[in-house]
């Protein structure tokens, strides 16, 4: 079996915690376009809400899986909430309320869980209680791996974008390119898209799996959507790419484990889907984007 398989139970507890801390920062961030204000960074030890204020407080909710550990912080003081087996996302939940209560955070946070399969509020769950050390380290080397390789790839392109981090809603390390030309979602009904997706993009993201999916992939999706067309792939992308009609998106499985995923071959799929959806998409004056930037190589390797 794939990752995912192997660990859907911890992947699932984990993804929970992380609409905790997700939907802190709904409540509590400036709001930005495509929701980039509700992403969570992605850390040496884990992910976290990054600095957010409350009055005269300003606080952070990070989740370190190294140290096993959720660290509730202020200008003051710290609070530590312990990540392990058998503690149920009620637990989880209570916890971080009471915590950041006790700091001078009154936490209120809408708290069903969005866009999972599982709809129990937070404060009700005690189904999902898996927690393996050894796993979520996993997913940490995952995550970073994957915001490594898309950093790499977005960062020196001339365009506006949303730099990678933890979209909790899908649990996926994604970041965007959005191009200046606006594009209503056509159902203004559905609160999560209408705000995704309102001007012409492209996602670059990744996921470590679902129910089809046994490996972790990344992905590429151009909006507005691709529709009615089977986009083509050629020999710029890396063996195993291939575009989806049914998830209008390109798809690139890693089935090695993440120690021998190869991040120039990731760098490459993003890359090559990034042109081919530039193409598709009609965008103009984007002929400067890939243009290399004048500037000495720096220490990031």
């Given at each position: ?111 069903t869980p969005q866009e999972m399969e599982t709809t ?182």
């Amino acid at each position: 079996m794939g990752f995912y398989k192997t660990h859907k139970n911890e992947i699932i507890t984990l993804q929970l915690v992380s609409q905790i801390l997700g939907k802190v920062k709904l409540e509590y961030a400036a709001q930005e376009p495509q929701w980039a204000h509700v992403v969570l960074d992605i850390t040496p030890r884990g992910f976290t809400t990054g600095l957010l204020r409350y009055n005269a407080h300003h606080f952070e909710i990070e989740v370190d899986l190294i140290k096993n550990e959720i660290i509730s912080k202020t200008e003051k003081d710290d609070a530590v909430i312990t990540l392990e087996d058998g503690k149920t996302i009620r637990d989880y939940y209570q916890e971080i309320v009471r915590t950041a209560d006790d700091l001078g955070i009154p936490l209120s946070i809408h708290t069903t869980p969005q866009e999972m399969e599982t709809t129990t509020p937070f404060e009700d769950d005690v189904e999902h209680h898996h927690y393996n050390e050894d796993v979520a380290k996993q997913i940490l080397k995952w995550f970073q791996f994957a915001w490594d390789a898309e950093q790499q790839f977005l960062a020196p392109i001339r365009q506006r974008k949303i730099y990678p981090g933890l979209f909790w809603g899908t649990f996926d390390v994604t970041g965007i390119i959005v191009y200046n030309e606006f594009e209503p979602f056509p159902d203004d009904s559905r609160i999560i898209e209408r705000a995704a997706f309102d001007e012409h993009m492209i996602e670059f993201g990744f996921w470590l799996g679902d129910d089809k999916f046994e490996h972790p992939t990344f992905f590429t999706l151009p909006y507005p959507f691709v529709e009615g067309v089977e986009l083509k792939t050629d020999d710029s992308f890396p063996e195993g790419s291939y575009f989806s009609p049914d998830m209008a998106e390109y798809l690139y499985e890693i089935k090695n484990d993440v120690d021998q995923a190869d991040p120039a071959e990731v760098i490459r799929f993003l890359e090559a889907s990034c042109r081919k959806s530039f193409e598709y998409l009609e965008w103009e004056n984007t002929h400067h984007c890939f243009v290399e930037l004048k500037m000495e190589p720096n220490k990031k390797q």
